[in-house]
Antibody, heavy 119, light 107 residues
Framework: QLQLQESGPGLVKPSETLSLTCTVS??????????WGWIRQSPGEGLEWIGN???????YYNPSLKSRLAISVDTSKNQFSLTMRSVTTADTAVYYC???????????WGQGTLVTVSS | EVLMTQSPATLSVSPGERATLSCRAT??????LAWYQQRPGQAPRLLIY???TRAPGFPDRFSGSGSGTEFTLTISSLQSEDFAVYYC?????????FGGGTTVEIK
């Protein structure tokens, strides 16, 4: 059974860089037909799609966040990572990693990890 | 960007009753729409994709319909485990966008 698990610091200072990693188990990140991505949910708010990466390295970023984002993949470790620069308190959210079928729905989510931006 | 609007924001329903949730897109998205169920403290879970195909593990009291800009999620007879937040998600036009969610609460 496919499982995704986020890891990374739960507290980041304003203006610094947020870094999260998603470890995939029960399946290969090199599977064709799937993107691996990040979605976030601010406290008490809805969902915001951040971006995706394909196993070959091709990326798609939300235009509203693109200037601060980088998503990378490490197929040897079956992991992919999110880096977000120059964070503010508005970036405080639960960050989910997920698998998304190409041009389709999100069929598997990680449990989510809360990242708080605060000094 | 395709904006997704869900209504109502909160739906109060008694167990055993029917719930009808709406999702509207600002542009046509064909049937490229999914619904997710999110229980408190949990990650969202895929419920419906392709506007009307039920994901494995969900009973047939859940059904989705619609195409273009208007979509509906219907829960025919609410059970206690169905009280949750439901989100729609369009994957027709990049970037993907989500609706703001409908909370289905016990009346």
């Amino acid at each position: 059974q496919l499982q995704l698990q986020e890891s990374g610091p739960g507290l980041v200072k304003p203006s610094e860089t947020l870094s999260l990693t998603c470890t995939v188990s029960g399946g290969s990140i090199g599977s064709t037909g799937y993107y691996w991505g990040w979605i976030r949910q601010s406290p008490g708010e809805g969902l915001e799609w951040i971006g995706n990466i394909y196993h070959s390295g091709g990326t798609y970023y939300n235009p509203s966040l693109k200037s601060r984002l980088a998503i990378s993949v490490d197929t040897s470790k079956n992991q992919f990572s999110l880096t977000m620069r120059s964070v503010t308190t508005a970036d405080t959210a639960v960050y989910y990693c997920a698998r998304q079928a190409v041009a389709a729905h999100i069929d598997c989510w990680g449990q989510g990890t809360l990242v708080t931006v605060s000094s | 960007e395709v904006l997704m609007t869900q209504s109502p924001a909160t739906l109060s329903v008694s167990p055993g009753e029917r719930a009808t949730l709406s999702c509207r897109a600002t542009h046509s998205i064909s049937t490229n729409l999914a619904w997710y169920q999110q229980r408190p403290g949990q990650a969202p879970r895929l419920l419906i994709y392709g506007a009307s195909t039920r994901a494995p593990g969900f009973p047939d009291r859940f059904s989705g319909s619609g195409s273009g800009t208007e979509f509906t999620l219907t829960i025919s007879s609410l059970q206690s485990e169905d009280f949750a937040v439901y989100y729609c998600h369009q994957y027709d036009t990049w970037p993907d966008t989500f609706g703001g969610g409908t909370t289905v609460e016990i009346k």
